[in-house]
């Protein structure tokens, strides 16, 4: 497999980040929703209930009446409300924010742990029969995704906060400057333990369960080797993805986005400590927000991924 596997699945990552975008910048949107409510919540909360005129005079305050109750969070807007929403007050190229981020993540990301997925699967296979075990499959996706998340951890940190909006960054390398001389070059692992656990997760769900389905299906006759078979089981894997992986993105999302400000506590001191304040605050289900555009992202990402991959390989057989 050598260089090319690395080359394959790099320039198929590079075509399917790039198609899906959009969805990633809605899915990121969405699962920031509620999070400044959260932080309100744990604030300490200012006195309201002061006359103006006594307002900083702690002596003489008088009371004029009880506080006003806080005021409802707002209603969570699904895809398609996010979506006009950032058309409408950013404009149409606002859903491509951060899309120079999207493509040096996954060639950073996603060309290693393509690559090291296949050396792995050539490496671990039956050298008799040239089969390899689920098990060994899912074992090979952990270790892929690990260290691909590890190189691309800065690229991801900045197209989240590219996606979330609110910050003046022109492009990938602008952010990643920005955030090594504010907040050191530490920043640029920030959530990288999340990021890990999440692309072994992705990575071991999503290429392990490709292969799994797609011989199942050519085994079984079902459908030729072809588009259908490929479609069906890139998407069937892209489901198994969803699921498996949208915790772990919630809370690694508002990690990443978090912003440390000098003589400041940070939001959330870790990964655990965010998964408590965001169940406490907002329910359980707040860890599956933005799921549907994560499955509506994750199944045409991982179509577009492998219907390119193995139109790459026929292209590049001879190679």
Same mark, same amino acid.
């Given at each position: 497999?050598?260089?090319? /596997?690395?080359?394959?699945?790099?320039? +198929? !990552?590079?075509?399917?980040?790039?198609?899906?975008?959009?969805?990633?910048?809605?899915?990121?949107?969405?699962?920031?929703?509620?999070?400044?409510?959260?932080?309100?919540?744990? %604030? @300490?909360?200012?006195?309201?209930?002061?006359? @103006?005129?006594?307002?900083?005079?702690?002596?003489?305050?008088?009371?004029?009446?009880?506080?006003?109750?806080?005021?409802?969070? @707002?209603?969570?807007?699904?895809?398609? !409300?996010?979506?006009?929403?950032?058309?409408?007050?950013?404009?149409?190229?606002?859903?491509?924010?951060?899309?120079?981020?999207?493509?040096?993540?996954?060639?950073?990301?996603?060309?290693?742990?393509?690559?090291?997925?296949?050396?792995?699967?050539?490496?671990?296979?039956?050298?008799?029969? /040239?089969?390899? @075990?689920?098990?060994?499959?899912?074992?090979?996706?952990?270790? %892929?995704?690990? #260290?691909?998340?590890?190189?691309?951890?800065?690229?991801?940190?900045?197209?989240?906060?590219?996606?979330?909006?609110?910050?003046?960054?022109?492009?990938?390398?602008?952010?990643?400057?920005?955030? +090594?001389?504010?907040?050191?070059?530490? !920043?640029?692992?920030?959530?990288?333990?999340?990021?890990?656990?999440?692309?072994?997760?992705?990575?071991?769900?999503?290429?392990?369960?490709?292969?799994?389905? =797609?011989? +199942?299906?050519?085994?079984?006759?079902?459908?030729?080797?072809?588009?259908?078979?490929?479609?069906?089981?890139?998407?069937?894997?892209?489901?198994?993805?969803? #699921?498996?992986?949208?915790?772990?993105?919630?809370? =690694?999302?508002?990690?990443?986005?978090?912003?440390v400000e000098p003589g400041r506590e940070p939001p959330y001191?870790?990964?655990?400590?965010?998964?408590?304040?965001?169940?406490?605050?907002?329910?359980?289900?707040?860890?599956?927000?933005?799921?549907?555009?994560?499955?509506?992202?994750?199944?045409?990402?991982?179509? #577009?991924?492998?219907?390119?991959?193995?139109?790459?390989?026929?292209?590049? =057989?001879?190679?």
């Open positions: 497999m050598g260089v090319k /596997g690395f080359v394959e699945g790099g320039l +198929a !990552s590079i075509v399917a980040g790039c198609s899906t975008h959009p969805l990633d910048l809605i899915k990121v949107r969405m699962q920031l929703q509620g999070e400044s409510n959260s932080a309100a919540a744990r %604030a @300490p909360q200012p006195v309201h209930n002061l006359r @103006p005129a006594f307002a900083f005079n702690s002596h003489s305050a008088t009371l004029v009446g009880p506080s006003p109750p806080p005021p409802a969070p @707002p209603a969570r807007a699904g895809p398609i !409300s996010v979506g006009v929403r950032i058309v409408r007050t950013e404009g149409v190229a606002a859903l491509y924010s951060g899309v120079s981020a999207t493509v040096l993540r996954q060639t950073l990301y996603s060309t290693t742990r393509m690559g090291l997925y296949e050396a792995l699967k050539v490496q671990w296979a039956d050298p008799n029969t /040239g089969n390899l @075990p689920l098990t060994r499959k899912i074992l090979a996706g952990l270790v %892929a995704g690990g #260290v691909g998340a590890a190189v691309g951890n800065p690229a991801d940190v900045a197209m989240v906060r590219m996606q979330a909006g609110g910050r003046d960054y022109k492009n990938v390398v602008d952010a990643i400057t920005k955030m +090594a001389r504010s907040e050191g070059i530490v !920043s640029l692992w920030r959530g990288s333990s999340l990021t890990v656990n999440r692309a072994m997760i992705v990575t071991a769900s999503q290429l392990a369960s490709y292969d799994q389905i =797609k011989e +199942a299906i050519l085994d079984r006759h079902l459908m030729k080797d072809g588009l259908g078979t490929h479609v069906t089981a890139s998407f069937a894997a892209g489901f198994v993805a969803s #699921v498996a992986s949208n915790p772990i993105d919630v809370i =690694k999302t508002r990690v990443m986005n978090m912003k001191s870790g990964a655990l400590d965010c998964a408590l304040k965001t169940v406490r605050a907002e329910g359980p289900m707040a860890l599956y927000k933005g799921f549907i555009p994560t499955i509506s992202r994750q199944g045409p990402f991982t179509v #577009v991924l492998f219907v390119t991959l193995e139109q790459l390989r026929k292209v590049l =057989k001879d190679f």
